[in-house]
C-alpha cells in the first residue's frame, strides 16, 4: 500500500502523531471555515507543500493515492454542472449546464481538495499503528479498537495470501476468460472466507497462550520532543485557520 | 461507491454521523455481549474486518470492462448478521480513508450508513425475503448481494442529492443525476458481485458446511443436497 510505504519512510515518521493528528484538524476546520475557493485551494497548496517538501512524500506517489479520490470529485462536479428538467406536459427530459452554480461548485471543488489534502498529510505521515494509539488516547472503545488492531495485523497475511492465489490461478490460466476469472475469482473468495475462521482461531489460541484476557495492547513508540511538535502544530493549525477566514 | 473527504456541507456530515452512530452503538454492544458469551468471535470479527477490507481492494471482472471491486457487504450480512457489521463496515471505512484515501474522515457517518447499516440491512431483508417465498438459495443469495449493493449506491446518491439539490429539479431531479452519472459503474458490480457470493456461498457449502449450518445460514435441505 502505497501510504503504509511512505508512512514508515517519510521525514515526519518520529514527529508526534497528536501534532499531526492536530495539523490535519486544523486543515480540515481551515477548509469548512474558508471564505471563497481561493482561500480553501490555498489551504490545499500550502498542506500539499507541506507533506511534499516538509515530510519528503514523493509528489508522484502523492498524486496517485488522491487520483481516485480526485476521479470521484470530477464525476460529482460533471453532475452538478449539469441541471435535468422535468416537462410534465410533454413528459420530456432536459438537460441544460448552469453556469449560475459555477460559484457553488468551485467552492465545494475548493473544500473538498483542502479537506483531502489534509487527511493525506496524516495518512502519508503516520503508520495506522500510530493512529490507533493516538486514537487510544482519546477514548475510543476497547472493543473498536481491538477490531482495528486486528483488522491492521491480518489484513497484509490476507492480502499476501490473496496474491499467492491469484498467480497460483493465473498460471493456471484461471483468469483467461470473464467466465473462467468469475469463477476464480469466487473460489478465491470462499476460501479466504475459510481461511478467516482457521486464521481467527489461531490467534485466538495463540493469545491464550500468552495469558490474554481483555484488550489487545502494543507497546508504543516514545517520541521525543513531543511537547514542542504538538505546540509547532497547534500554532501552524491557528495560522491556517487565519489565513482560512480573512484571505477573500 | 465512497462520498469523498470535505465534499458533504458541515450540516449533512454530522448529521448522518449523529444518524449512523445508533447503529454502531448497538453493534458494538451486541459484539461485547457475543465476545463475553464466546471469546474467539472477538479475533474472528478482527479477521473478518481485515477480510472485508481485502475484498475492496480486488479489482472484479465487469462487463463494462470499468475496474470494479467487490464490497462484501451482502456476503458479510449474511453470514454475520446486519447488526455486528455497522461497527465491522465502520473499521473498514476508517482504514479505506486512511490507507487508501478512498472516503474520508469527515463523510464517514454518511459512508456508514450508506454501506454498513442499508446495504446490510437490506441484504438480510431480500435473503430472509427470498427464503420465505422458498426461492431457491442460489437466486436467493444472487438478489441479497446485488440488491444489497443497489440500495448503498442509491443511498449514496440520495445522500448527494440531499446536500446538493438541483436549482430548477430540486431533490429528485438531483437524484436522477448523481444515480445516473454512477449507474454505469455501480449495476454492473451489484450484478457482478451477486454471482460473485453465489459463486462463494456455494463453495462454502462445499467444504464449510458445518460452520454455516452452526451460523443458521443455510437451510439443512440445501447443505445435505
Redesign the interface.
Known amino acids: 500500500?502505497l501510504?503504509?510505504q511512505s508512512a514508515y519512510t517519510n521525514r515526519w515518521r518520529w514527529v508526534s502523531p497528536t501534532a499531526k493528528g492536530i495539523l490535519t484538524c486544523s486543515g480540515?476546520v481551515a477548509?469548512?471555515a474558508a471564505s471563497s475557493p481561493r482561500a480553501s485551494l490555498l489551504v490545499a497548496a500550502l498542506l500539499m507543500a507541506t507533506a511534499i517538501f516538509g515530510a519528503g512524500i514523493p509528489a508522484t506517489r502523492y498524486l496517485r493515492?488522491?487520483a481516485?479520490?480526485l476521479l470521484?470529485?470530477g464525476?460529482?462536479c460533471?453532475?452538478?454542472l449539469?441541471?435535468?428538467?422535468?416537462t410534465h406536459g410533454g413528459g420530456t427530459l432536459t438537460m441544460q449546464s448552469?453556469p449560475?452554480?459555477l460559484s457553488h461548485i468551485a467552492r465545494?471543488c475548493g473544500?473538498?481538495?483542502?479537506?483531502?489534502t489534509?487527511?493525506?498529510l496524516?495518512?502519508l505521515t503516520t503508520p495506522?499503528s500510530d493512529?490507533i494509539s493516538l486514537l487510544r488516547s482519546c477514548k475510543v472503545?476497547d472493543?473498536?479498537l481491538?477490531?482495528?488492531?486486528?483488522?491492521?495485523?491480518?489484513?497484509f497475511?490476507?492480502?499476501a495470501a490473496?496474491h499467492e492465489t491469484i498467480t497460483a490461478q493465473s498460471a493456471r490460466l484461471g483468469h483467461s476468460t470473464?467466465a473462467l476469472?468469475?469463477?476464480s475469482?469466487?473460489?478465491?473468495?470462499?476460501?479466504?472466507?475459510?481461511q478467516?475462521?482457521q486464521?481467527?482461531?489461531a490467534?485466538?489460541i495463540a493469545?491464550l497462550a500468552r495469558n490474554n484476557d481483555g484488550a489487545l495492547r502494543f507497546l508504543e513508540h516514545p517520541f521525543a520532543h513531543s511537547r514542542r511538535h504538538i505546540t509547532m502544530a497547534s500554532g501552524a493549525g491557528v495560522t491556517l485557520i487565519l489565513l482560512a477566514v480573512l484571505i477573500p | 461507491m465512497h462520498i469523498m473527504e470535505g465534499f458533504l456541507p458541515v450540516s449533512h456530515a454530522i448529521g448522518w454521523s449523529i444518524a449512523s452512530a445508533p447503529f454502531v452503538a448497538v453493534g458494538l454492544r451486541s459484539i461485547n455481549k457475543k465476545i463475553a458469551e464466546h471469546p474467539e468471535q472477538r479475533m474472528l470479527l478482527g479477521v473478518a474486518a481485515a477480510f472485508t477490507f481485502v475484498l475492496s481492494a480486488l479489482k472484479m471482472p465487469s462487463v463494462t470492462g470499468s475496474s470494479s471491486h467487490p464490497t462484501g457487504t451482502g456476503l458479510g450480512a449474511i453470514l454475520f448478521g446486519p447488526t455486528a457489521l455497522a461497527p465491522i463496515g465502520g473499521v473498514v471505512l476508517l482504514f479505506q480513508a486512511l490507507l487508501l484515501a478512498h472516503g474520508g474522515i469527515t463523510t464517514l457517518g454518511a459512508n456508514i450508513f450508506s454501506m454498513a447499516i442499508v446495504g446490510p440491512f437490506a441484504a438480510v431483508a431480500v435473503f430472509r425475503g427470498a427464503t420465505a417465498l422458498r426461492l431457491p438459495f442460489g437466486p436467493s443469495v444472487f438478489l441479497a448481494a446485488s440488491l444489497a449493493d443497489v440500495m448503498t449506491y442509491l443511498t449514496t446518491a440520495a445522500q448527494l442529492a440531499l446536500a446538493f439539490p438541483d436549482p430548477a429539479g430540486g431533490f429528485l431531479a438531483s437524484l436522477a443525476k448523481f444515480a445516473g452519472v454512477f449507474a454505469i459503474t455501480q449495476i454492473p458490480l451489484a450484478i457482478c458481485e451477486g454471482f460473485l457470493t453465489v459463486v462463494v456461498m456455494n463453495a462454502l457449502i462445499r467444504f464449510n458446511a458445518r460452520e454455516l449450518r452452526e451460523m443458521n445460514v443455510t437451510p439443512r435441505e440445501v447443505i445435505r443436497a
Open positions: 500500500m501510504t503504509e480540515i477548509a469548512f493515492v488522491g481516485p479520490a470521484f470529485l464525476a460529482s460533471l453532475s452538478l449539469v441541471t435535468l428538467k422535468f448552469n449560475a452554480e465545494m473544500r473538498s481538495c483542502a479537506c483531502l489534509a487527511l493525506l496524516l495518512t495506522l493512529i472503545p472493543t473498536l481491538d477490531l482495528m488492531t486486528l483488522c491492521y495485523r491480518t489484513l497475511v490476507l492480502s490473496i470473464l476469472s468469475l469463477r475469482m469466487g473460489g478465491l473468495v470462499a476460501n479466504l472466507t475459510i478467516v475462521w486464521r481467527s482461531q490467534l485466538h493469545a
